[in-house]
């Protein structure tokens, strides 16, 4: 069975500095992977998802993650954050034959002036 | 409305009451999915309907019953809970046949508390 880990439960960034969370995965086959965030009082927002191909994947509001195989890690990084990047993220990874994400716990994000 | 809603958005019931959460999705969506969020835990798949034909039914007690009665409605009825059912419940939906690779749209959620 898949699995996701996340292990910072807690980042906090200053404005303008770059970023980069981490999430490593255990899965047997390739992994489907994908990076949510979820706002205060929303619901989950997809940034980008990875199926195969180039391992360094563009994402909505500037966000990019890097597929490492080697590593089982698929971590996401922004170059700048903004003040608006405060939220939860969640990393998860499926199967190709299955209907189920499997999230991880979240990393909450703290963006200070 | 767009999107996913759901309603009500916090709901607060004693263990003995019967209550429904309820889902739209407006994006002509086939596929839709109940999700429990619970504190400090990872989000948990608890059913999925694709073409209103439930296709997943993670291990989910019984006090949770799931209805799709059409590809754009989904609820879910809630009778005699426990304390540590209270969660926020998410929504999603999907294009396709509710494979992974389809893109979930998620709602905003419902936040339950089981008194």
């Known amino acids: 069975a898949q699995s996701v880990t996340q292990p910072d439960i807690h980042i906090t960034v200053s404005e303008g500095a770059s970023l980069e969370l981490r999430c490593n995965y255990s899965?047997?086959?390739?992994?489907?992977l994908f990076w949510y965030v979820q706002s205060p009082g929303q619901g989950l927002q997809l940034l980008l998802k990875?199926?195969?191909?180039?391992?360094l994947v563009q994402g909505i509001k500037g966000f990019e993650a890097e597929f490492k195989r080697s590593q089982s890690s698929f971590n996401l990084r922004k170059p700048s954050v903004h003040w608006s990047d405060a939220a939860e993220y969640f990393c998860?990874?499926?199967?190709?034959?299955?209907?189920?994400?499997?999230f991880g716990k979240g990393t909450s994000l703290l963006v200070t002036p | 409305e767009t999107g996913v809603t759901q309603t009500p958005r916090h709901l607060v019931m004693g263990m003995t009451n019967k209550k429904s959460l309820k889902c739209e999705q407006h994006?002509?969506?086939?596929?839709m999915y109940w999700y429990k969020q619970s504190a400090k835990k990872p989000l948990e798949l608890m059913f999925v309907?694709?073409?209103?034909?439930?296709?997943e039914n993670n291990s989910v007690p019984s006090r949770f019953s799931p209805e799709c009665p059409n590809s754009s409605h989904l609820f879910l009825h809630l009778h005699t809970l426990q304390p540590e059912d209270s969660a926020l419940y998410l929504c999603?939906?999907?294009?396709?046949?509710?494979?992974?690779?389809?893109?979930?749209?998620f709602g905003p959620g419902t936040r339950l508390t089981v008194l």
């Open positions: 309907y694709n073409f209103k034909e439930q296709t």
């Open positions: 998860a990874v499926g199967a190709e034959s299955g209907y189920a994400l499997n």
């Open positions: 899965y047997g086959a390739t992994p489907y």
């Open positions: 994006l002509g969506h086939n596929a």
């Open positions: 990875y199926f195969s191909g180039d391992t």
């Open positions: 999603a939906s999907s294009q396709k046949g509710g494979k992974v690779t389809d893109t979930q749209y």
